[in-house]
């Protein structure tokens, strides 16, 4: 059965910083892009970030480059996204999403298009 599990959510005053983890089991990873993705309150799930599956290539959406950084650890199946300067905007619950890619396409950056998902960690940015 796969697993993701996302942890190192929390609360942060705008301009702070956290680091997301997620920590995938159950499979080998190996040609799966990791992503992140968030939801806030009565909007849809978005696309923050993605990293293929040995870490070559890198996604984010436009507004948040420069500000999250996403990486992964193939040798420990966990991803991570640096977030800095925080804003309460980018309050929301994050999801971890791990997706069987050969290659990259336009359609990645929709939600139906990932296999698998964690529980979220909710991230709040306060003013």
């Known amino acids: 059965q796969v697993q993701l599990v996302e942890s190192g959510g929390g609360l942060v005053q705008a301009g702070g910083s956290l680091r997301l983890s997620c920590v995938g089991s159950?499979?080998?990873?190996?040609?799966?892009?990791m992503g992140w993705f968030r939801q806030a309150p009565g909007k849809e799930r978005e696309f923050v970030a993605a990293?293929?599956?040995?870490?070559?290539?890198?996604y984010y959406v436009e507004s948040l480059k420069g500000r999250f950084t996403i990486s992964r650890d193939g040798a420990k199946n966990t991803v991570y996204l640096q977030m800095n300067s925080l804003k309460p905007e980018d309050t929301a619950v994050y999801y971890c999403?791990?997706?069987?890619?050969?290659?990259?396409?336009?359609?990645?950056?929709?939600?139906?298009?990932?296999?698998?998902w964690g529980q979220g960690t909710q991230v709040t940015v306060s003013s």
């Open positions: 990293i293929t599956w040995n870490g070559g290539s890198t």
């Open positions: 999403a791990a997706g069987l890619r050969t290659s990259w396409s336009g359609r990645d950056y929709s939600s139906a298009s990932w296999d698998y």
């Open positions: 159950g499979r080998t990873f190996t040609s799966y892009a």
